[in-house]
């Protein structure tokens, strides 16, 4: 995509056609051990290095992920021992809704942790997160955040809508952002909500 991009939960910014101007990783230490957790909980692991989806089976869900996302995935298998190099997030999904909570178990471990969907918790560098990318994405092309809308679905676009001029959240976002934003679309993203948006506003 030829456009300015904030990924990895604000752990990597992009300017094209300069490409990355920010981009921090979770030391492969501390990424073993998140790692190691979910295993030892048995639960599905996901690592991204690079763009690239790293697994440990070549199953559905990783499978139908990659074609919907259009993301490449490479099986390792126990990820703990495939994965050798610094990683810039890792999604540990649990059986059940978790609503953020976080296990003790991940406590200690040097890495932030939020969450973007109900069932799960994305782990990412230390500091990063979604509003201190878009903060350096605005220094990257000299605008103020009051002329910045966003959209977010999730709890973890919270600090990210407080940021900007304008945020809005989606009408099918998670209920605790709901419970703590007013601005509320009128569509869900099924039914093409950000159009809605953009349309209304331009």
Do not use: C
């Not at 300015?4 to 981009?23: D, F, H, I, T």
């Not at 909570?101 to 069932?119: A, C, E």
């Not at 979604?130 to 973890?156: C, H, T, W």
């Amino acid at each position: 995509m030829e456009i300015p991009l904030v990924a990895y939960n604000g752990g990597r910014v992009v300017m094209p056609p300069k490409g990355p101007v920010y981009s921090v990783k979770i030391p492969l230490k501390e990424a073993k051990r998140v790692i190691q957790y979910g295993e030892e909980n048995n639960l599905y692991v996901k690592v991204y290095i690079d763009d690239v989806l790293y697994v440990s089976e070549d199953d559905e869900a990783s499978r139908e992920f990659s074609i919907s996302n259009g993301i490449d995935y490479q099986v390792v298998g126990q990820l703990s021992q495939g994965i050798n190099q610094d990683v810039n997030m890792i999604v540990l999904y649990y059986p059940e809704e978790i609503y953020g909570r976080v296990d003790p178990g991940l406590k200690d471990i040097d890495v932030t942790i939020t969450m973007s969907t109900t069932n799960s918790l994305d782990v990412i560098p230390k500091g990063v997160a979604k509003d201190q990318g878009l903060r350096l994405l605005a220094r990257e092309l000299r605008v103020s955040s009051e002329s910045i809308l966003a959209v977010g679905n999730s709890m973890n676009d919270l600090e990210m809508l407080r940021y900007v001029g304008l945020g809005i959240a989606m009408k099918n976002a998670d209920e605790r952002l709901l419970r703590q934003w007013p601005l509320i679309s009128q569509y869900t993203n099924n039914e093409e909500g950000v159009y809605h948006i953009l349309k209304y506003l331009l």
